[in-house]
């Protein structure tokens, strides 16, 4: 895996290298197949109409976490919950490819019950050990590290303080991954849920990133946090 470091750290100005920036890691808003339990992945679902009330609810709590720039999957649920975030502070929205949601292949569109009983033995594999099952015709572990991780590098170089980063359930697991160099093996480890936001610090002086905060949902109100669905789906 390209880690990027000296790279990186070579295109950033020296102003800044001696600064800790944060990076505030957001899952999009609701859809109909997250209500459903469907597999989106690489379909362009947008948010329905309670993933719109999460990405305001969010963009207002995020007031008070100011950020320089947004950088977002292309996909239609995270651009437009980072459109919200950015109406709000008045900063632009970078749209990245690496940040789109991981391909699951024929397993898309499908619920998980629907792939148990349609590829059992895969199934079977996945539940043990996802990071290491490829969905049929979907990406491999190593083909999703890459992009995700050179999206990570791309933002490092070119954000100038805090950003947003809106991306996907599965996308941002292997983020955090890439960011703490840890191996993806059990999505319920780290498991990202609508509007929620993961927040990372990193230094640029030394270049480790720190988990300073998982799945912070404070700006919700009680009613939308206890109707997110139960399963988590990507």
Known sequence: ????????????????RSHKMKLYLIRHGQTDWNVAGKIQGCHDIPLNATGKRQAEYLAEGMSRRPVTHIFSSPQKR????????????GVGVTALSGLREVEF??????TWKE??????????????????????????????????????EEILAAAKGDVAVV????ALVYAIAYMLRNEVEHHEETIVKNVSSPTMEYDRASGPFR??????????????????????TF
């Open 115 to 152: 792939i148990e009983a349609k590829d059992p033995e895969r199934y079977a594999k996945w539940v043990e050990t996802p990071a290491k099952v490829t969905p049929p015709g979907g990406e491999s572990r190593a083909q999703i590290m890459e992009r995700v991780g050179a999206a990570v």
């Open 1 to 16: 895996i390209w880690t990027g470091t000296e790279t990186s750290r070579r295109a950033i100005p020296s102003a800044w």
């Open 211 to 232: 988990l300073l905060e998982a799945n912070d949902v404070s700006h919700l109100p009680a009613s939308q946090k206890e109707a997110r669905p139960g399963v988590v």
């Open 105 to 110: 292949g024929g397993w898309e569109g499908l």
């Open 78 to 89: 995270a651009l437009e919950t980072a459109q919200a975030i950015a109406g709000r502070q």
């Open 167 to 170: 991306s996907h359930g599965a």
